[in-house]
Each structure stands twice: as C-alpha cells, then as structure tokens.
C-alpha cells in the first residue's frame, strides 16, 4: 500500500505502510518532452486556468487553488473507462482541493460534505503532519497533481469516507499515472523503464477502483459518485478488462448491453470494449 503514497513524504506523511486503504471482505480478510512542444504546452494550459476562491471546512480558511475556466477546453476523446481526454491540458488535474493550512484535502464535489467527526479525525491526523504544498508554476505537473490527489486518498481514509469516494480517487489517480506515462518522451534513454514503472503504478489504482467501486455497487445507494448503474457498470467492465480479469469484464459489460434503461451511447461503447479491448493482453 506504501507505493500509493509515494511522494507524501515530502509533505510530512511518512511510514504509510500500513494504511489499508478498503476493509478486508467477508470472503477475503511531464518530463522528457521535447523543449519546444513544454512550452507551448505550459502557454496553453495556463490560459484554460483561473485562481478560484474557497473556505477550508475544517480550519475556515479562506484559500485560492487553480480551477478550469468554463469554456476553455475541447474534449478530445474518452478512454474505455471514461477518462476524458481535453485540450488544451489534463482538466482531472485540478479536481483535488487542498488547504494550504491545515491539509485537508477531498475532490471538488466533495471538499465541502465533511462531519463533525471527519473533521475531528482530520485534525488529529493529517493536519499535526502536514508540512505544506510545494510551489507550482502557472499550471500543474502531472508530479503536481499527483502528490494533491494522494493526499486526498490519505484524507479519505483518514476520515472513513464511503468505498465509492475511495475508489473514484483511484481511479481517477490512474488516469494522472496514465496522462503522465503518455507525456513520456519515446527518445529518452530511460523511456522503457519509466514506462513500465507508470503502468504498474496505474495497475494498482485501477485494482483498488474496481474494488472499491464493486464494494459499493452491493452496499451503497445510487448515484454513486455521480454515476448510476449502467455507467458504473461500463466502468467497471473497462476497469476488469484493462486488468486481466476478462470473465468479470464480460459479466459487467453484458450487464450494460443487455439492460432495457441503458443509454444507447452507454451500450455502444460497452460492445465496443467487449470486441477491442477484451480480447487484448495488457501490457506493462
């Protein structure tokens, strides 16, 4: 579980060994670019962005943290799990909310949903530790973003948030991992092995998504983080495939073909999964 924080120890979180991120069950107790394509990049990134206020729920205080401006960015494509793709920049990079002052820390559309306990557990037990954020330049790094969202997994474990916000961090700290690792720069001489260490690092989120969201199809109610059943079903029949496990894959995705509600956009991009993508081997 150690390899889910790397890189908070810069910020006061060390020895994380042991935090298990989801109970045991029943049953089962932007380096290496190309200099001149990183500037215009930065240039362009910069621009989607603004500084949007806010109130930390826990400290009250009052903080500014970069933000997507509406209107700014063109979706480019969706990967099978339903990350989006945008230009000019990754817009998943600035979902994760942090006070600077006491290190509280949640996804955007749960920053401001946190009780009187959670606030308690938060600080007694990441606020004592947290040593501040880093400065960032006009937009941020993938390296960035990452560090930010690993401390919102941290918080959520810390406060004893619900399996589905748990596993919608993951997922989307996956499709960071993932972002980063296309960034990679083909002719760099340590291309292979960065490579290779980006996907096992994106493997482990997406296993602790898909269990973590499957956790929460059987115990919570929908929508679950914003999503109903057929589109959580398509996730996690993505998820299944691009992990190997093929025969929950198809379970998942025939769920959603089959289903009289589903949308048709839904249906089509479970078939198309189903016929591209799980037949494929993925590759480290």
Sequence with gaps: MANLFSGLEKLGFGNLNDVQLFEESAEKKADGSAQKQEEVHKVSESDMLFDKSYTCPVCNNEFK???VRAGRTKLDHMDSDLRPVYTPGDTTKYSAIVCPKCGYAALDKYYNTISVRQERAVKDNITPKFQGLKETG??????DAIERFQLVL????VKGARNSEKAYVCLKL???VRGKREELDPKAPDFEA????LAIEEYQYL???YEGFSKAMSSENFPIAGMDENTLSLVLGATAAN???KDEASRWLTSVITSRIAKENIKDRARNIRDEILGKTPQA
């Design 207 to 209: 296993e602790n998504a």
């Design 194 to 197: 960065k490579r290779k260490e």
């Design 174 to 176: 996956a499709w960071l």
């Design 138 to 143: 006009d937009f941020y790094t993938y390296d």
């Design 243 to 245: 992990l190997g496990k």
């Design 65 to 67: 943290t970069k933000a």
């Design 154 to 157: 941290l918080t959520t474990i």
